[in-house]
């Protein structure tokens, strides 16, 4: 009886983990912003990016070209280290 009930807590645990395994690696997953491409609604999903940041992130890139570098975004007056860091595993350049 006793090894009967030790089998179905290990079932249990098992069965947990096994389920939240994926939620967590979904987490990983989640599809970076191209700020090349992306829309203000986009961008404002960004940390600390409101709609009038995103705006001018937008005006920036059409004034001049797209971003080569991260970095590159910094140049766009309002976004320093701490919207980049904040952002950086969230942005990609393409």
Do not use: C
């Not at 937008?58 to 766009?76: S, Y």
């Amino acid at each position: 009886m006793k090894r009967l009930k030790k089998y179905f807590v290990f079932v249990a645990i098992f069965s947990v983990m096994v389920a939240i395994v994926p939620a967590l690696q979904a987490e990983d997953a989640i599809e970076k912003i191209n700020i090349n491409t992306a829309s203000a609604e986009e961008l404002v999903a960004l940390k600390y990016v409101g709609e009038k940041l995103a705006q001018r992130i937008i005006q920036f890139r059409q004034e001049n070209g797209n971003f080569k570098t991260l970095e590159d975004l910094a140049h766009v007056p309002g976004v320093g280290q701490k919207i980049l860091k904040a952002n950086e595993n969230s942005i990609k350049v393409e």
